[in-house]
């Protein structure tokens, strides 16, 4: 059973003046964010606004690139080279940094966003071309992998900083990928059960599939989607069950 572990969101995704999710009382509740790098949302002064508040608040910061897919919000597959993986990821990571250093913090993880993570989840090689391309710009950053996966395979190969990740709103497969979004269920909505779920997860160290299968794995990190009309609600629910349970809640 872990005795710490860190709550991560993926936040800074609104774009211009249109908002997305509650990036300020989020960041009161989690410890390390994801921040949009202006591809699949976000833009500039999105990313310069949740990045300060995160140095202010004492949230770890993180690189979250994802596809150039503004209209479907990074969630639509897009076949491409692995130079077009490594450029946009490198690109990315790159602009994540320099928004980064200019509101005096720095990028400490990286973490892949929407379907460029689902489809690294299951191919070995969308996830080496991604992570070797980060750690060639940064060879001292913590690769975000979901638990279990082909993510988690490469960057074991790799030797590199990496952080296991389990997902509290998100339902699992057997093979412990996410089950996708277009199914009933997926995406958990209540709260309490989300809280109780998790931390089952947590003692148990393992992520326990939809079927019941438990697929013991390494648990360092919590995902609470940002985007979600009960985001918040359920992040400090979360929150509260964990630490009750005397599970300690830092940065990874």
Known sequence: MATKVDLNSDMGEGFGPWPMGDDAALLDVVTSANIACGWHAGD?????????MAVE??????????????????RRRINLTAEELTNLVTYQLGAAQAVA???????????????????ASEDAEIARACYTAALSVDPDI????LAETAQAR?????????????????AYEDDATLV????????LHDPDL???????????????????????????????????PEAVQMA?????????????????
């Open 44 to 52: 500039a002064n999105v990313m310069a606004r949740t990045m300060r």
């Open 236 to 252: 400090k629910v979360v929150r509260a069950r964990l630490k009750a349970a005397g599970i300690e809640l830092k940065p990874f």
């Open 180 to 187: 996708d979004r277009k199914k009933p269920g997926a995406v």
């Open 142 to 145: 913590v690769i975000m992998v």
């Open 57 to 74: 608040k004492g949230v770890g910061i993180g690189a979250h690139p994802g596809f150039a897919d503004l209209q479907g919000f990074g």
């Open 194 to 228: 989300a809280a109780e779920r998790i931390l089952r997860m947590v003692e148990a160290g393992a992520i326990i599939t939809e079927s019941g299968k438990h697929i013991p794995t390494r648990i360092d990190t919590i995902c609470l989607h940002g985007d979600t």
């Open 101 to 119: 250093r200019s509101v005096g913090g720095q990028v400490r993880h990286l973490k892949l966003h929407g379907a460029l993570s689902n489809m």
């Open 154 to 170: 490469v960057v074991q190969e790799l030797g590199c900083n990496w952080a296991g990740e389990i997902f509290a709103d998100r």
